[in-house]
């Protein structure tokens, strides 16, 4: 299985971004997950699951401390499934 | 008998059928039985006490739902010392304000020593820096090897240390004795009595730095001895279907959650996650920890009735964590019961009856042990059939805050604890309306206002230390909504106005990360003020819902004479507004 690309992940995290938090604009890279996305504790820890089911990827805390853009975010699970990728090749 | 939680872990040890199950997100099992806990947890004292850990002192604990949490939380107990319950980062958060919150909590409750779990251990330096606690942090894993140990404590002695809003605002750790803990237990167990035909059973997925998860829970389960399946918060909050397939999994009896959680469920659920499950088994679905919407228990109610569950389960419960938690219980074999309240009385502190008015539901009457007192202002009983601020007593009641001995002193007086909540008794259940004190409560947490107010200080067209943050349930509303109250100043530019809100709430979210419903920009000199200045909350919230809140018109003599002769007529009470110039300036809008 070949790695999606930024602008697939991107995608998908638009979808989660769409069906759990209700956002129905464009998901540009430079905005600012909490403040686009108004994020609160809760919507935080749905959008971090429901993109970690969508990838099946974990993210570690240390992963998640440096995320702040809706870039970031696409950076850290790409980071995570090219990791993954390498294992199982 | 002088039982404490130590003396329990012990007799539970005899019963290793029985214990905590851990679902993870694969819904796979990992079992604790009492008996290994006990074992383990004697191992793990003595590598406390080895660490240097006396007797009474606090101990963190930093872990999310997980065996190594109750590992860690009753070996601190068999090493004589007291847990302190922290929660570990939220997900995506930002984790300055983490730490800074962290450190304020550990200093706070005194901790000598942090237990963490190692994934939340390797983030939580910048905390320990600031706390500085003595005894440093570590992981269960790197306590040193000793042997097996238990240091008895008596049952005055502090149980648990327990933080009664997870906010930076001068958070409070609430101090219980052993005593209170055990008797707050025994009077929820007292509720669900085994039989031959039915051994009860929990599952939970509240989390276990909180009252409802640890006490209600975890402690619950354990005077039984009984079994619980435990599920991570934020595996429920993913996937809320799974609290019910775990409740119809194991034929679980009673599970609690806060209102938002049961909203939480109908929004989310899909039917084809919840093939095969059956909801009879539930007899007790607790609500509480935050006001309970009258529309979200009838769509729990009409949403899973098709799965078996019973809507006698609902049961609105009123507690606090100052009372250990459950203070009233309504009644478990009923639906839940509500009544009607004509508006305007209400907003008078008044309670009549009326077909349209406001739907209340009733938390029901008081545990056995507790009485409820009703009062006023002064300290006097409320006369029936009116609001008051709610006093309770009863034996699980804290010791006082830890370490504050003036804000234990304004809470508890003469053995009543002043709840700081409002409401009133009707046909000998109680019924609450609002709060006096000032906490907002969001989605079962408890929050400061001064965090929401204080990301306003310097935002442009706001007036300085002129905004009020509260919560309230709105009529017809599904849960508390957060409101910001703001004063324009005089001179401000009209685009500046208009973009206040957003502005407001974007100061908000950036500072607390809480997520604002309303802003009401005001007039300058609305909100309600102390005859020294200082903002009412309670009070902008009854004005405002009671479509009250105006700012005061230009003050003109003729205007006030006016407003003078007309609330003479009306309202008999000239010589209170004519001695009063406060009163004046607020009459002299009423046109």
Redesign the interface.
């Known amino acids: 299985m070949s790695t999606p690309s930024r602008a697939e992940i991107l995608a998908g995290v638009a979808a989660v971004a769409r069906e759990h938090l209700g956002f129905e604009g464009e998901l540009q890279p430079d905005l600012r ?3 686009a996305l ?13 993109v970690e ?1 969508r990838f099946r990827v974990r993210l ?3 992963d ?2 440096a ?1 702040e853009t809706v870039g970031d975010l696409v950076a850290a699970v790409g980071r995570k499934l090219a990791a993954a990728g390498g294992e199982a090749g | 008998m002088s039982d404490t939680l130590a003396t329990w872990l012990e007799r539970a040890a005899g019963f290793p059928e029985r214990g905590l199950r851990f679902l993870d997100r694969a819904e796979r099992a990992t079992w604790l039985g009492w008996g290994e806990i006990h074992a383990r947890s004697r191992r793990l004292a003595g590598g406390l006490l080895a660490s240097g850990v006396a007797p009474g002192e606090r101990v963190a604990l930093v872990f999310p739902t997980s065996p190594e949490f109750v590992l860690g939380f009753f070996a601190t107990l068999l090493a004589g010392a007291v847990p302190v319950p922290l929660y570990p ?7 300055d304000e983490y730490h800074a919150q962290t450190a304020r909590l550990l200093l706070g409750a005194g901790c000598r020593l942090v237990l963490a779990d190692p ?2 251990r ?2 939580l330096g910048e905390s320990l820096a600031a706390a500085q606690p003595a005894l440093g942090c570590r992981t269960l894993d790197e306590l040193p090897a000793a042997a097996e140990s238990a240091v008895a404590v008596a049952p005055q002695d502090l149980g648990l240390v327990q933080f009664s809003s997870g906010t930076t605002f001068q958070p409070k750790p609430v101090a219980l004795s052993h005593r209170a803990l055990l008797a707050q237990v025994r009077i929820l167990n007292g509720f669900w009595p085994d039989s031959p035909e039915l051994v009860h059973s929990g599952v939970s997925w509240l989390p276990l730095y909180h009252d409802m998860g640890l006490i209600g829970g975890v402690l619950c389960a354990l005077e039984r001895p009984g079994t619980l399946t435990l599920i991570g918060p ?1 595996t429920f ?2 996937r809320p279907a799974l609290w019910l397939r775990a409740i119809s999994r194991y034929r679980a009896t009673i599970s609690p959650a806060p209102n938002f959680a049961y909203g939480l469920c109908v929004a989310k659920v899909r039917d084809e996650e919840l093939e095969g499950v059956s909801l009879e088994s539930w007899r007790v679905a607790l609500n509480g920890a935050e006001p309970v919407a009258p529309e979200v228990l009838r769509a729990f109610c009409r949403r899973f009735a098709p799965f078996g569950f019973r809507a006698e389960a609902m049961t609105p419960v009123y507690g606090l964590s100052e009372a250990a938690l459950a203070v009233t219980f309504s009644s478990l074999d009923r639906p839940f019961r509500s009544a009607r309240f004509d508006r305007a009385a209400l907003a008078l502190g008044e309670v009549r009856e009326s077909a349209d008015g406001r739907e209340i539901v009733s938390v029901g009457r008081p545990v056995p042990g507790f009485s409820i007192e009703l009062r006023e202002e002064g300290g006097t009983l409320t006369p029936p059939g009116h609001v008051g601020r709610i006093f309770v007593r009863g034996p699980s009641l804290m010791q006082g805050y830890l370490g504050q001995p003036e804000a234990t002193a304004s809470t508890l007086r003469d053995g009543w604890l002043d709840t700081g909540d409002l409401g009133f008794a009707h046909d000998g259940e109680l019924y609450l309306t609002g709060r006096a004190k000032d906490v907002l409560i969001l ?1 079962g947490r408890n929050h400061a206002p001064e965090d929401v107010e204080q990301a306003l200080v310097g935002l442009a067209g706001a007036r300085a230390g002129c905004a009020v943050a509260a919560s309230f349930m709105p009529e017809g509303g599904e849960r508390e909504v957060l409101a910001v109250f703001v004063e324009h100043q005089r001179e401000t530019a009209n685009e500046l106005r208009r973009s206040l809100p957003r502005r407001v709430s ?1 100061a908000v ?2 500072r607390s ?3 604002v419903d309303e802003v009401h920009v005001l007039a300058p000199g609305t909100l309600p003020r102390t005859s020294s200045g200082k903002l009412r909350r309670g009070e902008t919230v009854r004005r405002h819902l009671a479509g009250d809140l105006a700012a005061p018109a230009a003050v003109t003599w003729p205007r006030l004479a006016g407003a003078l002769w007309r609330s003479r007529r009306a309202l008999g009470r000239a010589a209170r507004v004519a001695s009063d110039p406060e009163r004046r300036s607020i009459d002299a809008r009423e046109d």
């Open positions: 997950l909490v403040d108004r994020l609160d504790s809760l919507r935080r820890l749905t959008l971090a699951v429901e089911n570690e805390p240390e998640e401390a995320i | 980062p939220a997900r995506l958060g930002r984790l994934r939340v390797r983030l934020e909050v993913a989605r974007d979210l950036a990360g809480l997520v």
